[in-house]
């Protein structure tokens, strides 16, 4: 018996070691990109108008400006806080790239530490590593493999309003699940769910859905939930405070003289068949099918109460429609940014694992049989070799499979090409003041995935006039040939 267990134990050891390393693969590339990651749009007119309005204090400064924002532009409390601690203000690419860095890491601790919190309270009494680091996994793959990630991993404007709330969110429901009875970290998690949905508004309804939805999990499961009440308020009064916010309505009337609230739902309907179509084509349901195989085999055989699947299918398409729906509204004409589709990306991948565990969980809390074969590892190894080849399907897949690509082009040198012409520009910036300066640029690569400084050859272009105030220049034009 201890031979067997001492074989078991070593086999979980091999596969922990194999997922991990899978997922460091999957992460890495994101992270090493972020030393070549430059400053971008916003993030030059922001600084030049936060640092106009200061006078050198540190933390009012900031809060003035985060009221400031809030009165004329958005209600993101927490994203213009935050944008106001931009790395290259304090210690130039290094502190950028080192932001970025942070930030990745931080949105891969929030997933991994999700999902590690749902799998213990919900299916599994004991923690089985090999388990959580398998659905943190495909919860990265999904989420990045074909994403392009220049507005939420290497643009500081957009980490701020987006990436970083949606990990302080994914986090303060991380530490609801896991509510023991400890005063200080209840106080913690309504501290971070008020924080999080300070963040863009699809970021506040996604942490607010989540809320709500794991309120109805408590009482169904007759659990202490009178934490997750608090919590739940916590995240709709803060969600609250951004929507009213004036400069909300100040700003969409550039964009728009009207909100269209039957339109905006029409087309966030839409959007989330069409995405979740798409991933389902896209690997996906083999991928869940066979995680629910070792979630079937794995999980405790418990008699609680799980949700219909068809109701909680339901309520699960409304709360990806309700994510959707702010941007939607904001943006009538249809358009949808890359950092909304980040995270609306995030919401159904949860929302899938979510209705996963909940199916699985009723189907085995009816049986004790388990699904025989020869050992469940196999499983894994199917489902790994699944990722692996899906990206190769098609050259057009295998160009859309980002770590793939960083790495590509990592060796070819186009991200050393990237980054020269970048440093080229804001070197003549720097050493120009006072002038019209006038860059021409001869050789040019498309690195599609980082966030560019978006400079063009109008100087009277927003973006060129801002940057042309952070560096004291006339003017700035830059030219591609």
């Known amino acids: 018996m201890k031979d067997l267990l001492l074989k078991a134990n070593r086999k979980d050891g091999i596969m922990v070691m194999i997922l991990t390393i899978i997922l460091v693969l999957l992460v890495m590339p994101f992270i090493i990109v972020s030393m070549f990651g430059t400053v971008s749009a916003d993030d030059f007119t922001n600084l030049v108008a936060f640092i106009s309005s200061s006078n050198d204090s540190f933390l009012m400064d900031r809060l003035n400006w985060t009221i400031y924002v809030y009165k004329g532009w958005q209600g993101t409390y927490t994203g213009n806080f935050l944008s106001t601690f931009n790395g290259y203000y304090f210690h130039g690419m290094l502190g950028l790239h080192i932001e970025f860095i942070l930030n990745i890491i931080l949105f891969f601790i929030s997933i991994l530490v999700f999902c590690q919190s749902m799998i213990k309270k919900t299916i599994l009494s004991d923690n089985r590593l090999e388990f959580i680091i398998l659905v943190t996994v495909i919860s990265m793959f999904l989420i990045l493999y074909d994403y392009n ?10 980490l701020a309003m987006y990436t970083i709330p949606l990990s302080i969110g994914l986090l303060s429901i991380s530490l609801s699940i896991l509510y023991d009875g400890n005063v200080f970290a209840g106080i913690f998690s309504v501290l971070l769910s008020f924080i999080s949905v300070g963040g863009a508004l699809d970021v506040a309804a996604l942490v607010c859905t989540l809320n709500l939805l794991l309120l109805c999990y408590k009482l169904l499961q007759r659990k202490p939930y009178r934490l997750q009440i ?6 709709f009064i803060g969600a609250l405070i951004n929507v009213v916010a004036p400069g909300n309505y100040i700003r969409h009337s550039d964009i728009s ?18 995405r979740n179509w798409e991933l389902a084509i896209g690997g996906t349901i083999p991928l869940f099918f066979l995680m629910g195989i070792l979630m079937y085999n794995w999980m405790d055989r418990r008699r ?24 939607r509204l904001g943006y009538s004409s249809g358009y949808f940014p890359l950092r909304c589709e980040f995270v609306a990306r995030c919401t159904a991948v949860i929302f ?25 590892y196999v499983s894994v190894i199917v489902l790994v070799t699944i990722m692996s080849i899906t ?17 590509q082009d990592l060796a070819n040198g186009e991200l050393d090409k990237y980054e020269d012409t970048n440093n080229l520009i804001i070197s003549r910036l720097m050493e120009s003041k006072g002038e019209n300066v006038v860059i021409e640029i001869f050789e040019t690569n498309d690195v599609d995935y980082l966030a560019s400084l978006r400079l063009q050859e109008d100087p009277e272009y927003w973006v060129n006039k801002g940057t042309a105030s952070y560096f004291e220049n006339e003017s700035i034009s830059v030219i591609y040939k």
């Not at 003289?257 to 069409?274: C, H, P, R, Y």
């Not at 209705?355 to 074969?373: T, Y």
């Not at 050259?395 to 690509?405: D, H, I, K, M, T």
């Open 304 to 327: 609680d109460r799980y949700v219909n699947p068809i109701v909680l299918f339901v309520a699960l398409l409304i709360g990806e429609i309700i994510v959707d729906f702010p941007v």
């Open 391 to 407: 990206p190769f399907v098609s050259q057009e897949a295998l160009n859309n499979y980002y770590p793939f690509r960083i790495y």
């Open 352 to 376: 899938i694992l979510i209705f996963e565990m909940n199916l699985v969980g009723g189907i085995s809390s009816r049986s004790d049989k388990l699904i025989h074969f020869d050992k469940q």
């Open 149 to 158: 990630p220049n507005e939420v991993f290497y643009w500081h404007t957009g």
């Open 257 to 274: 003289t009207e909100f269209n609230v039957f339109e905006a739902l029409i087309k966030s309907f839409e959007g989330v068949v069409s």
């Open 230 to 235: 608090v919590v739940f308020c916590a995240s």
